[in-house]
């Protein structure tokens, strides 16, 4: 059977596992287990992490990776994903999608003979969280236990790719968001199912307490850009700043995918300030993609 990486529910019984393997990693020991392997990358949306990360995780580990834009492959002239999927398993090992749709996510695995990973699409960011809890446990030193509050969008990817990772890591979570931005029920459902700790909520003057995590990511992601203005309206209040971050456990740190809009949800002092783990974070998603190799490949 081939392991595919559509949603933070395929590496519920591996998480620990990845995340360790992902800080053996970054020590410096791996082998080239990929060597001779290539990875077809599929974009139908911008990515500077993402990409880079894969490329340069394949090529650390011996394998090498083709970027392809959806305007430059057939794809993007109405070739179907079911012929999609199935010509790229004549010639890759493993393909990254990046993609608007869950839905063409899917259908992308269920015709691909090859592992698929989800390179984010609306639904789900499955391996940036798994960088995202990598970085929790090399900062805490432990992931059991801690409490993370988000803030913003509660109905984007990371919202809900953080709600899965955060049940099935024993991170308490709190998403404060709009009612109108709230999580979608799936994934709430999910969480709990997971025996996560979820609790939902508007902005409030306590809402960072006791926070050891404190996250938030962008108003308009990929793809809402036509509800631009609606929603940097919906979101006044939700801005991640100091007096956000003061009522946080003094050690808390902030934490952000990127890329970040300074001034909508995180003001640059916090993003940029002595809390900060951003930079290290997005480090973190080369050695999680190695991981993430490693746990399909190995
Ligand atoms: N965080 C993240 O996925 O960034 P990119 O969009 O640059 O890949
Ligand atoms: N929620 C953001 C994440 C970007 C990495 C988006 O989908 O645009």
């Not at 019984?13 to 290539?38: C, H, P």
């Given at each position: 059977m ?5 949603s ?11 995340i360790?393997?992902a800080?053996e990693m ?25 990409r ?8 650390k ?5 083709i ?9 993007g002239r109405?070739?179907?994903i ?11 090992d493993?393909?990254?999608y ?8 899917k259908?992308?695995?269920?015709h ?14 499955p391996?940036?969280?798994?960088a995202?809890?990598?970085t ?6 432990k992931l ?14 990371m919202?809900?790719s953080?709600?899965l990772g ?15 931005y709230?999580p979608k029920e799936?994934?709430v ?16 003057e306590?809402?960072?307490?006791d ?16 509800e ?13 700043d100091?007096?956000i ?13 990127l890329?970040a809009?300074?001034?909508?949800e995180v ?11 951003i930079?290290?974070e ?17």
């Amino acid at each position: 059977m081939k392991k595919d990486l559509i949603s933070m529910l395929d590496v519920k019984d591996d998480l620990e596992k990845i995340i360790d393997d992902a800080i053996e990693m970054k020590k410096g020991n791996y082998s080239q287990f990929m060597k001779g392997k290539v990875m077809a990358m599929i974009f139908e949306k911008s990515s500077t992490r993402t990409r880079v990360s894969f490329e340069v995780a394949m090529q650390k580990l011996g394998g090498h990776a083709i970027f392809l834009s959806k305007n430059d492959i057939q794809l993007g002239r109405g070739e179907t994903i079911e012929d999609t999927a199935k010509v790229l398993s004549r010639y890759v090992d493993v393909i990254m999608y990046r993609a608007f749709s869950h839905e063409n996510m899917k259908e992308l695995a269920k015709h691909a003979s090859i592992p698929v990973i989800n390179g984010l699409d609306n639904e789900e960011h499955p391996c940036q969280v798994i960088a995202d809890l990598m970085t929790i446990k090399e900062k805490k030193g432990k992931l059991k236990g801690l409490k993370l509050v988000y803030f913003g969008d509660g109905d984007n990817n990371m919202a809900h790719s953080l709600l899965l990772g955060c049940a099935i890591a024993g991170i308490k979570i709190k998403i404060v968001s709009p009612r109108k931005y709230w999580p979608k029920e799936y994934y709430v459902n999910k969480a709990r199912e997971l025996g996560g700790e979820v609790e939902i909520e508007e902005i409030n003057e306590n809402a960072s307490k006791d926070a050891d995590i404190i996250v938030t990511d962008t108003w308009v992601s990929m793809g809402d850009e036509a509800e631009k203005e609606e929603r940097i309206k919906a979101f006044q209040g939700y801005t991640v700043d100091e007096s956000i971050m003061a009522k946080a456990r003094p050690d808390a740190i902030f934490m952000h995918c990127l890329p970040a809009y300074y001034g909508y949800e995180v003001a640059k002092e916090v993003a940029h300030g002595p809390q900060s783990v951003i930079f290290d974070e997005a480090e973190n998603r080369l050695w999680a993609q190695m991981a993430i190799l490693k746990w399909i490949f190995e």
